[in-house]
């Protein structure tokens, strides 16, 4: 079955250090990877995605994300986190594998990131 | 331009009961998406509409079902209601075919008593 893993439930910073969270997928096929955020009590906004190309994307705000393909990676970075950036992050990926469409998101369980002044 | 618009924000239903959730999409996206939140199943995908068919399915009992109307809004029900249903219900609408991005809704909040 296809499935995506984050690799932490809840990472906390203090601002100014570097970010690392780490996503990993399964699934056969071309996939469409992508990184949302949700911020207390608001809808879910993309941060950034990868149709193909250069594996490193940049998104929104300073973050990136690197497209691993050997590894079926897609982690986010950040060099420099700030208050403002404390949310819930989500892993996503969508494929044409087994039949599915590109409409189908698979995300993975979420990461929340604590910010600390 | 607008964004996706999910009516009602909150809803309260009895066990039992039955629910309709509304989904407005972008201007111009003809897909629509749907999508349960929980705390301890994360998200979830529900079915996809595209052209007012059904392309795809989550694993969700029949208790649940969509349409899509030709102006490419979609409803979303949900026949007697459980407990277990309360949860964030997402629409996100995108554009059709391979290099898409969705966009989400804010929600409809669903609370079973």
């Known amino acids: 079955a296809q499935s995506v893993s984050q690799h932490n439930h809840h990472v906390i910073l203090s601002e100014a250090a570097s970010l690392e969270l780490g996503c990993n997928y399964s699934?056969?096929?071309?996939?469409?990877l992508f990184w949302y955020v949700q911020y207390p009590g608001q809808h879910l906004q993309l941060l950034l995605k990868y149709f193909s190309g250069d594996p490193l994307v940049k998104g929104i705000k300073g973050f990136e994300a690197e497209f691993i393909k050997s590894k079926f990676s897609f982690n986010l970075r950040k060099p420099s986190v700030q208050w403002s950036d404390t949310a819930e992050y989500f892993c996503?990926?969508?494929?044409?594998?087994?039949?599915?469409?590109?409409?189908?998101?698979?995300f993975g369980q979420g990461t929340i990131l604590t910010v600390h002044p | 331009k607008a964004g996706v618009t999910q009516t009602p924000r909150y809803l309260i239903k009895t066990r039992g009961q039955q629910v309709t959730l509304s989904c407005s999409p972008i201007s111009g996206h003809r897909s629509v998406s749907w999508y349960q939140q929980t705390p301890g199943q994360g998200l979830q995908f529900l079915f996809e509409?595209?052209?007012?068919?059904?392309?795809n399915k989550g694993n969700f009992p029949g208790r649940f079902s969509g349409r899509q109307f030709s102006n490419s809004r979609s409803e979303m029900n949900v026949s007697t209601l459980e407990l277990g249903d309360s949860a964030l219900y997402l629409c996100?609408?995108?554009?059709?075919?391979?290099?898409?991005?969705?966009?989400f809704g804010q929600g409809t909040r669903l609370t079973v008593v």
């Open positions: 699934y056969g096929g071309t996939v469409n």
């Open positions: 996503a990926v969508t494929s044409n594998a087994g039949g599915t469409s590109y409409g189908k998101l698979t």
């Open positions: 509409y595209f052209s007012e068919t059904q392309r």
């Open positions: 996100a609408s995108s554009s059709w075919g391979e290099n898409t991005e969705a966009f």
